[in-house]
């Protein structure tokens, strides 16, 4: 669905009103068009896949708050790590209700819908890598926005049941998931520099890196692809 489609922001908002109680479902998007005052047929022109495509907008609409707030700060003045873990924190931020999310993690567990929720972690990712100005074209692009995924869909989880002031613990828990990152390329560097393994680790490191990533061109059909990144 386009995020610019005429109605869409007055149908996703209202939709929000029912999702905690109803879910993304078909009863939260037909409640949301008579609380617009459009009809069906008007509601699916705006949103064809129903609550689907409502559940996207709205995931994709905390990616662009991410993406402002990384836009104004000073990342300049931070190392990488503190990067990744304020532009996890600030996607987190921008979502708001928790009961919104918990119905969409549970709404995008469904078989039928899994696949479109493993794309948006995934364009969560590639959007905050882009945000940090990631100059990685090889492998790595790959294996950042994989090892981010996770990183930011554990971190999600666990805020969905932190009570903590401030979610204290679940940035601790963040701070614990980007350490564990750094001891991993700290790992990678002692296999580059062991006589026994920078062999075998830089011909593997070889092989990967004729991978590349996505030209610059933008496609809906390639990994990585969020709209609102140029």
């Given at each position: ?74 990342l300049g003045a931070m ?37 479109e929720g493993a794309r ?81 680790f830089g011909g593997l ?26």
């Amino acid at each position: 669905m386009n995020v610019e489609t005429p109605g869409h922001e007055a149908l996703l908002e209202a939709a929000l009103a029912h999702v905690p109680f109803d879910g993304w479902s078909a009863a939260s998007f037909e409640a949301a068009a008579r609380d617009v005052g459009v009809g069906m047929a008007e509601a699916r022109a705006i949103a064809p896949r129903g609550a689907l495509d409502l559940a996207v907008a709205h995931h994709r609409s905390a990616d662009a708050a991410m993406w402002a707030r990384l836009a104004a700060a000073d990342l300049g003045a931070m190392g990488v790590s503190e990067r990744v873990s304020f532009a996890v924190r600030a996607r987190i931020e921008a979502i708001g209700d928790k009961e919104v999310v918990r119905k969409a993690t549970a709404f995008f567990a469904l078989p039928q819908n899994a696949p479109e929720g493993a794309r948006l972690i995934w364009q969560t990712a590639d959007a905050i890598w882009d945000a940090l100005n990631d100059p990685s074209r090889d492998f790595n692009w790959y294996s950042k926005r994989t090892i981010l995924a996770g990183v930011y869909s554990s971190t999600l989880l666990f805020w969905l049941g932190d009570e903590s002031p401030d979610h204290t613990a679940t940035w601790d828990f963040l701070a614990r998931r980007i350490d564990d990152i750094a001891r991993f390329e700290r790992l990678k560097g002692g296999l580059r520099r062991n006589p026994l393994t920078k062999g075998v680790f830089g011909g593997l490191e070889g092989l990967l890196g004729r991978v590349q990533a996505p030209s610059g061109v933008r496609r809906a059909d390639l990994p990585g692809q969020w709209p609102g990144a140029t």
